[in-house]
């Protein structure tokens, strides 16, 4: 079952209170991106890959690797950030099956750290080491999670399944959208298997480091963690500011509509406007309403998308009793982005008819 954020943008998440103007909400928008969105917590999933071969029962510096391995975890998970959401795969460990012998320990969640804690200390190395083949299922693990997504991957050595280790990286690299995998080595001594590693990580959007005690692979898990806390927590600001500037943007692309009458007095005692239409749409509100015979009113005034948007409008003239209607008119108007578009449609007279001149005015937004 698909994942769904924990938390939403915070640009959206608060309420504003009644009888404020669509400009007014815009700018306390940016005012809260600006001033509070740095302090939500980035959606982060962090996922370990952990090596439980053979070889981690070798020893490092008189210490064996699994003891590093498990101290140096066990340490970052108990006193990992809050609100982030922890997993465990390892390969290698009893009951598997050869190269095919890795297994989800702990499914990423959030609030997991106790869960995670009790499957790294449990861990038993005992099989082969199938390093390409647990990414992969890791990568797996993540689907349907949103936000920024994290395989650390910890390891003696490389693969020893695989037999070609550069074309299986290649491969493995084709299943990598924005996930990012970071290799910590732990005693790797073989320059090929160093090799190999540090082309796994810089294939998969991460990085390859070593540590050779507990302190140090605690400090390289905590830096890769809270590097992928940062920079998440940057996305999501830089998109919120981005939405705030989008939606300051529409509100200043704007469409305006002046209806200017002047008529002389002895052809005219009133003027009606019988229907404005933008886009094919009734403007409600302009039906029947009354206009002096020299006046300019502004009967439209809204935001709208960019592009050619069409006017129609009609009127009628009373000139003592006798109504005349004019004839609808259209116009076309080009709105820019970011700018308020005026169409003043002006009242003309001809031989057998009245209708509409027009002039378009474009400008700032007020």
């Not at 500011?241 to 989008?246: D, I, L, N, P, S």
């Not at 404005?276 to 409600?284: F, I, M, T």
Request: overall charge negative; some cysteine; hydrophobic content about 40%.
């Amino acid at each position: 079952m698909a994942h769904q954020s924990d938390r939403s943008l915070c640009l959206f998440e608060h309420h504003f209170p009644p009888g404020l103007s669509l400009l007014h909400k815009i700018l306390l928008s940016v005012l809260f991106v600006l001033l509070l969105c740095p302090l939500a917590r980035a959606d982060v999933t962090i996922e370990f890959v952990l090596d439980g071969s053979g070889s981690m029962w070798s020893q490092m510096y008189e210490q064996y690797k699994i003891v590093i391995l498990k101290e140096g975890t066990v340490k970052f998970l108990e006193n990992a950030p809050a609100g982030i959401r922890l997993g465990v795969r390892a390969f290698g460990l009893p009951g598997g099956e050869g190269c095919s012998n890795t297994k989800l320990l702990v499914q990423p969640a959030l609030n997991a750290e106790q869960e995670a804690l009790r499957a790294v200390k449990r861990m038993n190395p005992t099989g082969q080491a199938p390093l390409i083949f647990s990414l992969r299922k890791g990568l797996k693990d993540l689907e349907g999670i949103e936000g920024k997504k994290v395989l650390i991957l910890i390891a003696d050595g490389s693969d020893s399944c695989e037999k070609d280790m550069p074309a299986a990286i290649e491969k493995l690299s084709l299943a990598i959208s924005t996930e990012e995998i970071h290799v910590i080595g732990l005693g790797v001594k073989e320059d090929q298997e160093r090799s190999e590693l540090k082309l796994l990580a810089a294939k998969a959007n991460g990085s390859f480091s070593t540590a050779s005690n507990r302190t140090q692979l605690e400090q390289r898990i905590q830096r890769i963690v809270s590097n992928a806390i940062k920079e998440e927590e940057r996305r999501l600001r830089l998109l919120a500011e981005e939405q705030a500037r989008m939606a300051s943007m529409a509100e200043k692309t704007r469409l305006m509509v002046e209806f200017v009458s002047d008529v002389p007095g002895f052809f005219c005692t009133g003027i009606k406007l019988l229907e404005l239409k933008v886009d094919g749409d009734v403007v409600e509100g302009i039906q029947d309403k009354e206009v002096s015979c020299s006046e300019q009113i502004r009967i439209f005034n809204q935001p709208v998308s960019r592009g050619e948007h069409t006017v129609s409008l009609t009127y009628s003239k009373d000139n003592h009793g006798d109504m005349v209607r004019s004839r609808p008119e259209s116009f076309e108007v080009l709105v820019e982005s970011g700018k308020a578009t005026r169409l003043e449609c002006r009242t003309s007279g001809h031989l057998f008819y009245w209708g509409l001149d027009s002039e378009v005015v474009v400008g700032a937004a007020p």
